[in-house]
């Protein structure tokens, strides 16, 4: 079983609409959750990070967490075709740790 | 402000050939990072770097060398490649002080083993 478990997808939904994405794990010490967007043949870049539980509002993104579950989301509201990439999540147990358990991706498209 | 860069963007090996990615970054990171990412694996880590002159083995390790001689470099080696080691690699930096998991990406070097 993987340490981080996220539905690749595809993912594809009509401009202005709500993305929910997820993830589950299993290390109960994970306290940093992270989501990372990926433009086509691009490097990853961070787009919000989480510490502990709760929720993050940045703009149209809302990242919550939820550790009594091991369950990450990640909601974008009013979709835009800019917003057609994938999706990764990680997940470290400090602020310091090198190593970042990431899912595996999901890849949204959002149509015109 | 380049950011992180690396060299090549592509590449195409035959079986048993060697060869040296190169990643840099002026971000004046402490701590680098070499990935792998491959379909429905998600990125996987090969080595990575704390600081100029140290290095360590991440989870993928095998069939790969590294070496940080300056700060801004991190130089990944495969001597002797193989047909499994055809993939996206992408090298990260990283500040230290805490802010590990706030990583920076390079645009990827796509390897071809055949």
């Known amino acids: 079983q993987k340490e981080v478990e996220q539905d690749p997808g595809p993912l594809s939904v009509p401009e202005g609409a709500i993305v929910s994405l997820n993830c589950t794990y299993s290390?109960?010490?994970?306290?940093?959750f992270m989501w990372y967007r990926q433009y086509s043949r691009k490097g990853p870049e961070l787009l919000m990070y989480?510490?502990?539980?709760g929720n993050k509002e940045d703009g149209r993104f809302t990242a919550q967490v939820d550790k009594s579950s091991k369950y990450i989301s990640l909601f974008i509201r009013d979709s835009q075709p800019s917003d057609s990439a994938t999706y990764l999540c990680a997940m470290s147990v400090t602020s310091n740790d090198y190593k970042l358990s990431f899912g595996a991706g999901t890849t949204v498209t959002v149509r015109a | 402000n380049a950011g992180v860069t690396q060299t090549p963007k592509f590449r195409v090996l035959k079986t048993g050939q060697s060869m040296t990615l190169l990643c840099a970054q002026d971000?004046?990171?402490?701590?680098m990072y070499w990935y792998r990412q491959d379909p429905g694996m998600g990125l996987r880590l090969i080595h990575y770097?704390?600081?100029?002159?140290?290095?360590a083995k991440g989870e993928v390790p095998d069939g790969y060398n590294v070496s940080r001689l300056k700060k801004q470099n991190f130089l990944l080696g495969l001597e002797s490649a193989a047909p499994s080691q055809t993939s996206v690699y992408f090298c990260?930096?990283?500040?230290?002080?805490?802010?590990?998991?706030?990583?920076?990406f390079g645009p990827g070097t796509r390897l071809t083993v055949t």
């Open positions: 990260a930096s990283s500040p230290g002080g805490g802010l590990s998991y706030e990583q920076y």
């Open positions: 971000m004046n990171h402490e701590y």
């Open positions: 989480t510490y502990s539980s």
């Open positions: 290390n109960s010490a994970f306290q940093y």
């Open positions: 770097s704390v600081g100029e002159g140290t290095t």
